[in-house]
């Protein structure tokens, strides 16, 4: 009873909006004659109508494939997102229209409305502007589809260690974060990343969680691609809060164990080093550094399932500390309160909100108002934080201003 009532509820809400949209169509097609104006309407509800119907079978019923459901599911939710703009713009008119005819039945009785000014009606103009404010955003996440979800973009920073080995001086660390290998659409796209980030030749790469969306059969197509992150230092990775399939319903709990083994023996095959509330010590010349990799610990509501201590056991003396946590809310509610002498932090999780304003040092994403931290090199008192803003897309399957991104850290002593 409450799935069926969830339904009709989410099909009241989205008929409504077509209804609101279509009295703007109807305004600017009145020039038509009527054939034309009548086969257009019909051709709006034909669409709206398929588009609900989708959508619900989608949401309620799964009963295609996990491609064609994220297609249709993204495609009808960006129309309605989009035609939420022009509803707001005619709602905000006819509460207008509202005061204006209350305004005028208490305080004008009697008195004669103004004569109508030549050219273009209020109400034509108003179905305009609703059009144009549905045509607008649906451009823009367009947009954000087709050329912002591959679009990589190389982030270099150079942080500086005084306790930093003579033999790692220098050392070039690569960081990939959030693939969410679930949500793609272009594999070519994935491979074009891949090569990118090769291309920067790191000494050492570091992968910081969400490798899949829910299940590890994510990963089987792009196992390939993966495979080829190497550096002569090692690959390092650590697993986000998607990875432990939390967010999906599984028949019983051996099955979600499971996956999250599969999951692990996939990174294996691919030659990364999973660091489970782990550390490695790397050598170089006789000396030595640590990496630490803790498993997905978030404030809030998110999950805790990573031990930091355990994972810092055995490198209280090494020189310099450095520590893969996906969720950047770690940082300040543990790792900087109780580990001051873990040198970088590298995490992900937040994708920038995969929406906002880059331009110089100018930065804007809705994030910001979740996460202190939301992307970038971050600093408190002699310890450094750097959050990645993701390789991949989670939900929306594109970016706007807040581009996919390949990390390159460049540690150096001073």
Known sequence: MGKMFMIAAVAAVLLLMDWYVSQAVKTLLFPLNAGWRKGLIALFWAISAISILGILTVSFTGVFSRDINRLIVTAVVLVYFSKLFGVLTLMIDDIYHAGQWVFQKIFSSGVEAPP????????????????????????????????????????????????????????????LSDIHSGSFFSRSGVKKGISLFMEQKPDIAFFTGDLVNDVAEEVKEYKDLYAKVKAPLGVFST?????YGDYR???????????????IRAQKEMGWDLLMNENRILKVEGEEIAI??????????????????????GTENKPVKLLLSHDPSHWDAQIRPQFGDIDVTFSGHTHGFQFGVEIGDFKWSPSQYIYKQWSDLHREDKQYLYVNRGFGFLGYPGRIGILPEITIIALKRG
Do not use: C
């Open 292 to 313: 630490l990799g803790v498993e997905n610990w978030g404030a809030g509501r998110f999950s805790k399932y990573g031990d930091l201590a355990k994972a810092y056991a």
């Open 116 to 175: 109508a000014k030549p050219g273009i009606s209020r109400s034509e103009f108003i179905s305009k502007a609703s059009l144009i404010a549905i045509a607008a955003p649906m451009a823009t996440f367009g947009f954000g589809i087709l050329s912002g979800a591959h679009n990589y973009r190389v982030h270099r920073r150079t942080i500086y260690l005084p306790n930093l080995p003579a033999a790692f001086d220098g050392i070039q660390i690569g960081q």
């Open 249 to 263: 319903s599984w028949p019983d709990l051996q099955a979600k164990r499971k996956n999250l083994a599969d999951l």
């Open 239 to 243: 697993l986000g809060n998607h990875d």
